[in-house]
């Protein structure tokens, strides 16, 4: 069974950093892209980025490209995404992915990151 | 570049059909026949429901479907159930700048 179990929900405080993970299991963890989708409180679904875990490929959406890095560890098959400094409109639930850039048929639980001072 | 066009909300009766649009342009939706469909309900994560324009994944039901028609996309649920009341996403490849676009998304509700 394909599964994403992502990291829990984290409360940071504006300028801080941040790394959240995604560990893919019950696939071949480098035949797939995995990328990231994020749902601000409730809004629509926004496609942020997606790697290929291979050759760490990357193609990040321009309107996040400068505030994000995507990355995956294939040796304990987990994908990252990280920020350097978190603003208050990163408040959102962030969701890992696997697909490819034409669709994405598994979708972790979500990670809940609430930026606040 | 801009979300692609659904409609906020979308009703019907149980055991009837609907069909939720999905509205791009000759650059998106138009260009590629890589529409795919999500469901989401309240608290939940996004299911996977329909991919390139019109493919079901195993276990979707064949209630429902997906076709294209020039810029607009759509997906149709026919014999409606209870269940099937949730959000609707429609997303589409829209090139090598931008990658990928959601649509804002549609609120299905089953009276």
């Known amino acids: 069974e394909v599964q994403l179990v992502q990291s829990g929900a984290e409360v940071k405080k504006p300028g801080e950093s941040l790394r959240i993970s995604c560990k893919g299991s019950?696939?071949?963890?480098?035949?797939?892209?995995i990328g990231w989708v994020r749902q601000m409180p409730g809004k629509g679904l926004e496609w942020m980025g997606i790697?290929?875990?291979?050759?760490?490929?990357?193609r990040i959406s321009p309107s996040v490209h400068d505030q994000v890095t995507m990355s995956t560890d294939r040796s304990i098959t987990t994908a990252y995404l990280q920020w350097s400094s978190l603003k208050a409109s990163d408040t959102a639930m962030y969701y890992c992915?696997?697909?490819?850039?034409?669709?994405?048929?598994?979708w972790g639980q979500g990670t809940l990151v609430t930026v606040s001072s | 570049q801009s979300a692609l066009t659904q409609p906020r909300s979308v009703s019907g009766s149980p055991g009837k059909s609907v069909t939720i649009s999905c509205t791009g342009t000759s650059s998106d939706v138009g260009s590629y026949d890589y529409v795919s469909w999500y469901q989401q309900h309240p608290g939940k994560a996004p299911k996977l429901m329909i991919y390139d324009v019109s493919k079901r994944p195993s276990g979707v039901p064949d209630r429902f479907s997906g076709s294209k028609s020039g810029n607009t996309a759509s997906l149709t649920i026919s014999g409606l159930q209870a269940e099937d009341a949730a959000d609707y996403y429609c997303c589409s490849y829209v090139g090598s700048y931008t990658f990928v676009v959601f649509g804002g998304g549609t609120k299905l509700t089953v009276l």
């Open positions: 992915v696997r697909g490819s850039l034409r669709n994405f048929d598994s």
């Open positions: 019950g696939y071949p963890f480098t035949d797939y892209w």
């Open positions: 790697v290929y875990p291979a050759d760490s490929d990357t």
